[in-house]
């Protein structure tokens, strides 16, 4: 049963859990944490919180529950036709909030190392697509909204995965092949086959980040990232004190794809060269071995984050947020609050017992 409200949220005056103000400058930044000593902007552990930007807004998640924070277009902007995707809405905050459930805490063989990452990412497959449901519905008049049959979702999701396999893992062997006898060598054949994969990967994402309309979803998805390394900094949550983090965050999904299209090209270096059709079901069929080793990649990174070799291997997938994020206002900032701050008020992260922490896999 979701809940749902209004957050009318200053831009200034938003705390965690009621925590005292940080010491700001005259331009109203953090300066000291209070003792004197500079305020360390780095992540001090890893949460288990994650999200993912929706239109106008943010989806936020936790361990026993999600939510969603959307700022509304005005009854001005509705009613003049004003509103636009791409445009920014100027009204209120509405946020929902949903428990969440997963077959990680119910099934323990679920819980095994690659396969939860195959799991957890199928489930937050699902949530997304609800959130960006919930986020579409609120930038409408409210005689317009509808909820979308799960058979529509079910189908976006069996079609989007298979258009992501043709495009990173069919077309890149498919090309390769095309020079197979020339290459004359299994270990050519899949290094090849690896910078061809990378290199769609890349440029798709290239022309992604150039899609106009694209760009305030970019900046909802700094925003995300920003609020969450600063509620993992265990610094105050407020618009002012999340703008000085980074855009970038080592659990995101962006680098996850990154680290995927790379675990690939090992994934299928032992399996040489077979007849083509043998190629070809390699390639669908050790996705999800793929996925779920780049998974456990990912979470030991952000566990691990301030350790230096850990920094260096995962500087790729960091530069390559810099693609797929965009520095957010102070608006935008106080969205993505709300959001963490409505799963905040219905659990402690940092003070969850390891039981509830069984099966809990989140990707920021």
Request: aromatic share 8%; charged share 15%.
């Amino acid at each position: 049963m979701a809940s749902r409200f209004l957050a009318g949220v200053p831009t200034t005056a938003v705390k965690l859990n009621g925590a005292p103000a940080v010491p700001a400058d005259e331009a109203g930044a953090p300066t000291a944490a209070g003792d004197g000593s500079e305020i360390d902007l780095n992540a001090q552990r890893d949460a288990p919180v994650g999200g993912q930007a929706v239109i106008e807004g943010v989806m936020m998640r936790g361990v026993f529950n999600w939510a969603v924070a959307v700022r509304k277009p005005t009854a001005e902007q509705l009613s003049e036709g004003e509103h636009s995707p791409g445009e920014a809405a100027q009204g209120e905050i509405e946020v929902s909030v949903f428990p969440l459930t997963s077959a990680l805490k119910r099934h323990r063989a679920l819980r095994l190392p690659i396969i939860r990452g195959v799991v957890a990412l199928g489930g937050s497959l699902m949530v997304g697509l609800r959130a960006l449901e919930i986020s579409a519905n609120a930038q409408m008049p409210p005689e317009e909204e509808q909820e979308i049959p799960r058979g529509v979702w079910a189908g976006t999701v069996v079609v989007s995965l298979a258009l992501a396999i043709i495009l990173f893992f069919l077309i890149p062997v498919g090309l390769t092949s095309l020079i197979k006898q020339q290459l004359g060598s299994s270990v050519l054949f899949w290094l090849v086959e690896g910078f061809v994969r990378t290199g769609i990967f890349l440029g798709y994402m290239l022309l992604l980040s150039r899609v106009g309309s694209l760009r305030r979803v970019f900046e909802y998805h700094g925003a995300e990232h920003k609020t969450i390394s600063c509620f993992e900094a265990g610094v105050p949550l407020t618009p002012v004190n999340c703008k000085r983090f980074s855009r970038l965050h080592p659990r995101c999904g962006t680098s996850f794809l990154l680290v995927v299209m790379i675990v690939a090209i090992f994934v299928f270096a032992p399996i040489g060269l077979p007849a083509w059709y043998w190629l070809l079901a390699t390639r669908v069929l050790g996705v999800p071995v793929i996925a779920g080793i780049s998974f456990e990649l990912i979470k030991f990174a952000g566990r691990n984050r301030r350790k230096r070799w850990v920094q260096a291997v995962m500087w790729p997938g960091l530069k390559l947020q810099l693609l797929t994020t965009r520095e957010p206002d102070l608006d935008q900032l106080a969205v993505a609050i709300a959001g963490l701050e409505a799963v905040l008020a219905l659990e402690t992260p940092g003070e969850l017992s390891a039981a509830d922490l069984v099966g809990v896999e989140v990707v920021a």
